[in-house]
């Protein structure tokens, strides 16, 4: 038999091998909290911890809780945009638009055509902490005049208030960055660590990405928002490849100025019902893609709650 203190020392080295190591993972875990932002290791570390199990054991995350094949919850997150600044209602934005095109109720003006409701779901409900519309399903997360990285402060603040994972997030965030010319190298990056953000919280969920509504009359917010936008597609692109739910649109594309635009950064209401056509676009691609199906993927999803 050996004695009993040396066996205990011929332990110490693991136990402070495995001290090390948690020390490290835990900091490396926490790193998105700690310091937004640093560095394109935080995705894949998320990506890796999902494969591993789901969800970022420091965070509570959330399961998506379907009620019926049909139904989709959806959040809208971002600034003004998303609440709808300016627009009729006052302020329905693309929201009411998007839900009468998404259950087959109201076509909508595009470009030069009229885009045709699709009933593509039964019901849509709107999540979010915040309400605001003329119609009854009108919640949402669009925090007037924030940063992308109050954005994300405010969402973590607002998530733990949720009951459930949204099905889908339709995120457009940076306008107010480029607005007050916030550290705008250093904008796109801001933009992923909310995306990642999203999917530390919300694991199973679809997110589609737009990128910034077009300026009206002004050189230097133009310039800005062409930089923020082009690099969009790559932070896309990178979280595609961790097999998340994301899809870009494309605002630009369907945008005719000036009459889109009420104000230098803020759609009209022709403007938000192209808006509205083009999140329409990208839902329909998640739905073709089965990314809204029930199957093995979402019952292995609701077994994950460790609240
Ligand atoms: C689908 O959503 C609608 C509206 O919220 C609700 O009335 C209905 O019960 C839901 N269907 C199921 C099967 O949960
Ligand atoms: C709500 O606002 C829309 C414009 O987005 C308008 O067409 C509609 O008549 C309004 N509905 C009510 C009940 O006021
Ligand atoms: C819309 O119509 C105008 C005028 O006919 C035309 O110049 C423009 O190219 C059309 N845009 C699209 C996207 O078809
Ligand atoms: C463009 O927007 C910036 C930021 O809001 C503002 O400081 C500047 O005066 C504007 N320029 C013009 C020509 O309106
Ligand atoms: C978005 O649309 C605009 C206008 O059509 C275009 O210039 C831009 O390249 C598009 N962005 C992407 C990523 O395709």
């Known amino acids: ?25 835990c900091c490396l875990l926490l790193l998105p909290k700690i310091c937004p932002g640093c560095g394109p290791g935080t995705s894949t570390l998320i990506a890796f911890v999902n494969a591993l199990g789901g969800g970022n054991p420091l965070i509570r995350y959330l399961p998506i809780q379907r009620t019926a094949p049909g139904n989709i919850t959806l959040l809208a997150i971002g600034d003004s ?10 302020f329905n934005g693309y929201r009411l638009c998007l839900l009468n095109l998404l259950t087959g109720t109201e076509p909508v003006w595009s470009v030069n055509q009229t885009v045709s409701p699709d009933a593509l779901f039964q019901h849509v409900t709107y999540v979010g902490s915040s309400r605001i519309g003329n119609f009854s399903n009108n919640r949402h997360q669009g925090e007037g005049g924030e940063t992308i990285a109050r954005i ?20 457009m965030a940076g306008a107010n960055d480029i607005n007050e010319d916030v550290d705008l190298p250093r904008a796109p990056s801001r933009l992923g660590d909310l995306i990642d953000a999203l999917f530390w919280r919300f694991p199973r969920t679809v997110v589609i990405v737009s990128e910034l509504t077009p300026v009206k009359n002004n050189a230097t917010l133009e310039r800005r928002k062409i930089a923020f936008n082009e690099a969009v597609p790559a932070l896309i692109e990178a979280r595609e490849r961790l097999n998340w739910k994301i899809i870009g649109v494309n605002m630009s594309a369907v945008f005719e100025l000036p009459h889109d635009m009420a104000d230098t950064l803020h759609p009209s209401d022709a403007g938000y019902a192209k808006m509205a056509t083009e999140w329409l676009r990208g839902l329909t691609e998640a739905k073709d893609r089965g990314w809204f199906d029930w199957g093995a993927d979402d019952e292995d999803a609701s077994a994950i709650d460790d609240g």
């Open 1 to 25: 038999m050996q004695p009993f203190g040396k066996r205990l020392r011929s332990y110490d080295g693991y136990y402070i091998a495995i001290a090390l190591v948690s020390t490290f993972l």
């Open 81 to 90: 945009i998303t609440f709808g600044l300016w627009s009729s209602g006052p």
């Open 152 to 171: 994300q402060y405010l969402f973590e603040r607002a998530v733990e208030n949720y009951g459930a994972a949204p099905d889908a997030v339709l995120l």
